[in-house]
């Protein structure tokens, strides 16, 4: 790290991700204007390689480093207890160890599971990775480790590492309590007033894009900015992009759509947020803004209120709430926030820091110029013993975490609603697409792993349909079409019943032998005509407003198909076992690139995981295809062959495999080997199919003929 990140500053490095600076196959001295790049470079990559090593050596060499100390740990415990007693010659269980290079121990054996040192039931853990650095720049010097850093600033950021307390029994929250210890932790630690929120499946590409985020912060009326949204981009998708990894019509479409409103719906991912939003507070000048899109109301006063321990108090969710205890007010804090008075205390600081410069009349609620050169005091032990202390596991116990106040728990998809009671507050968002992208990361990009992933996000969607959540009951600070985006948002997989219906309605026609209306005349085919010219326009406009591929555009339709007629339909019922029967749903990291294969980087893509969300897609394959077969044949057996009839159910069918053929494609495997579940599923319903034909319709047809 104290080469690497001032030899990226020397040179404008990008990505600053080591991994994948390194594996990039442009040419990496393009646009370096520095003579010793040559030179630098290739000292890195040396340095890099040898790093990797060393880290990639780390189990071994802790594993014998120490089992080394441990044995000798055992016999100077033997010795004592020899001399103790004498008489007793049995053997005493000495506790092992693991082992750090400076000859230090880490308690307990992370080799070896034991109680209180294993994953799920460990202490808090803090680790200062590097310390807060120095006010001013610090310039290297020729001799830094073999590279020349004299016109280099060689500070680093702080650093740190945390882990919170884990114990079985207790509900961790997952990712939301993960991000709410983390919160608490720095709010301690260094208390930016801004917080990046990455998955650990996500990298900066771009390192400039947490100023452009900081830009519309700090910019005039930036103080009502809750985060700022960027696009989720993504690598190690095949390039054909089978089932619609990239999402670009979320992306580059609805995100950006909503922009124009409130602002887009956090996605978990690539995400700056304000602090001071995550505390459950209202924005500034809340009640001025009202309408559609939340214009301003009245010219606002030029007052600039200051936030202090009141307003703290009075934090509200959009509905008019009254300080809990009034008579003893301190006591309402730790109730919100805990115990931690250091942490209350940190509020007002990142409130004030998060503040736009008030370098014109206009600013409002700015914050004086130069108000943020103090130096930053070293850390002491108390402040870290205070770190320690709120990511406790009972810290969350009876306050408001989780609740109102940071990621809200309870919902597979904490982000969505997160973001959203953020908004019902009356603050706004900022999607920010950067010409590089800012953030990258991988995705499932084999067919079982991304049905899952879509079951959890609609999974997450439909609780918070049956929650308080849903759009219906938000306040008025939510705007009026913001809203109907939230209701989307919670309606979505509902609408897999109607797509499952009509998938099979093709189907259903060439069976019955009678078309979806009964007479193909020209009302019809206006009414028809004009329908799908309307939505192709809509859709040409959509695509080129957003200025997607229309490649990208038709996966997404097919995807919609695919993931509407297995996950989304799974996830309804789901959520309605949950709601009615109190049957809950996990969520377990999506897996990524099983299959390692070095000849073909998408061999994932090939991984065939049989699960039940298939069944309803390959239904519908099936019966589109046997109804295609049997009607062809009993048109072209019939004494009159109405051919108009079998040409509109067949295009229907055909429609429908269309948007079906990813699934298809995705059941062949690599090789278009057929697994034989797929053989054995298609014969059972291929049998079921034709003697419910046979019933529904016997063959006093085949008479005829
Ligand atoms: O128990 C858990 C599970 C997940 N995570 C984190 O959550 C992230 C998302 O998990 P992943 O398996 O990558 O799911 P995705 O479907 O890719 O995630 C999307 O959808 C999630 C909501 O379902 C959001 O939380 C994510 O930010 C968003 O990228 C991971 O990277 C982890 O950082 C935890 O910290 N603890
Ligand atoms: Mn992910």
Redesign the pocket.
């Known amino acids: 790290m104290q080469l690497w990140v001032p030899f990226c500053r020397k040179h404008n490095i990008e990505p600053r991700n080591p991994d994948s600076y390194f594996t990039q196959k442009t040419d990496p001295t393009k646009n370096k204007k520095r003579p010793d790049f040559v030179k630098d470079h290739r000292w890195i990559k040396r340095e890099y390689d040898e790093f990797k090593v060393r880290i990639n050596a780390l189990p071994d060499v802790i594993r014998k480093r120490s089992e080394k100390y441990d044995r000798r740990e055992e016999v100077k415990d033997k010795n004592i207890s020899r001399q103790n007693s004498a008489a007793s010659a049995e053997t005493i269980e000495s506790s092992k160890a693991t082992w750090m290079a400076d000859g230090t121990h880490w308690p307990g054996t992370w080799l070896n599971p034991a109680a209180d040192h294993k994953k799920g039931d460990h202490a808090g853990i803090i680790q200062l990775m590097s310390k807060v650095p120095e006010n001013e720049p610090v310039m290297g010097t020729e001799d830094e480790g073999k590279l020349d850093f004299t016109e280099v600033d060689i500070r680093l950021p702080m650093f740190v590492y945390v882990s919170r307390e884990k114990r079985p029994g207790y509900d961790h929250e ?2 939301a309590g ?1 991000m709410n210890s983390l919160v608490r932790a720095s709010a301690i630690l260094s208390n930016g007033p801004f917080i990046l929120n990455l ?3 996500h990298y900066i590409y771009n390192s400039m894009a947490i100023r452009e985020g900081m830009c519309f912060m700090m910019d005039r009326g930036g103080d009502r900015i809750c985060y700022i949204q960027f696009p ?1 981009r993504f690598e190690g998708i095949d390039p054909s992009d089978r089932y619609a990894n990239h999402n670009t019509v979320f992306f580059d479409g609805n995100m950006r759509a909503l922009d124009g409103l409130q602002g887009p719906v956090y ?3 690539g995400t700056m947020f304000r602090r001071y939003a995550l505390y459950g507070f209202s924005p500034p000048r809340a009640t001025e803004y009202s309408g559609i899109v939340g214009q301003i109301r009245k010219p606002a006063a030029t007052l600039s209120p200051s936030v202090s321990l009141e307003a703290v108090r009075n934090q509200d969710d959009g509905h008019e709430t009254v300080p809990l205890n009034e008579e003893h007010p301190d006591l309402n804090l730790p109730k919100k926030f805990g115990s931690s008075t250091m942490f209350v205390d940190s509020i007002e600081v990142a409130e004030y820091q998060g503040r736009p410069l008030a370098d014109h009349v206009s600013v409002q609620n700015g914050r004086p110029a130069g108000a943020l050169l103090a130096p930053r005091p070293p850390l002491d032990a108390p402040t870290v013993a205070e770190a320690i202390g709120v990511i406790s596991c009972w810290y969350e116990e009876n306050t408001e975490w989780g609740d109102r106040i940071g990621w809200i728990y309870g919902s ?4 969505v609603v997160t973001g959203y009671r953020m908004h019902n507050r009356g603050w706004r968002s900022i999607y920010c697409i950067t010409k590089r992208d800012a953030f990258r990361g991988t ?1 499932p990009i084999n067919l079982t792993d991304r049905l899952h ?1 879509v079951l ?2 609609a999974t ?1 969607s439909v609780e918070i349909f049956f929650s308080k959540n849903n759009a219906f009951l938000a306040s008025s600070r939510l705007k009026f079409l913001q809203r109907i985006a939230y209701l989307n948002v919670g309606i979505y997989p509902f609408t897999s019943i109607f797509l499952v219906a009509y998938l099979f309605l093709p189907a259903l026609c060439m069976f019955s032998g009678q078309f979806i209306v009964p007479n193909i005349d020209a009302t019809f085919l206006t009414y028809l005509l004009l329908m799908t010219v309307t939505l192709c326009l809509i859709s040409l406009l959509e695509v080129k407003w957003s200025g997607i591929a229309l490649e990208e555009w038709w996966r997404n339709e097919q995807f919609w198909a695919i993931g509407g007629s297995s996950a989304h339909l799974a996830a309804v019922i789901q959520g309605l076992l949950k709601v009615i029967a109190g049957i809950e749903i996990s ?1 377990t ?2 897996s990524k690139s099983a299959a390692d294969d070095e000849e073909d980087v998408y061999a994932d893509l090939y991984v065939i995981k049989w699960s039940s969300l298939f069944v309803m897609p390959l239904t519908i394959c099936i019966t589109n295809i046997i109804a295609l077969i049997m009607g062809t044949a009993r048109t072209l057996f019939s004494v009159i062959p109405q051919w108009n009839k079998l040409v509109g159910g067949a295009f229907f069918s055909f429609w429908v495999l269309a948007h079906m053929y990813p699934f298809m494609k995705g059941l062949m495997g690599r090789k278009g080997k057929v697994t034989t579940i797929i053989y054995v599923w298609t014969g059972i319903l291929s049998i079921t199919v034709s003697l419910l034909w046979i019933t529904i319709s016997p063959p006093d047809d085949t008479a005829k003929i």
């Open positions: 997952k990712k993960a998955d650990c499946d989720q996605v978990g991912t597979v998809t904490e982000d995705a992933q959890r996000w997450g969520f990291l999506t």
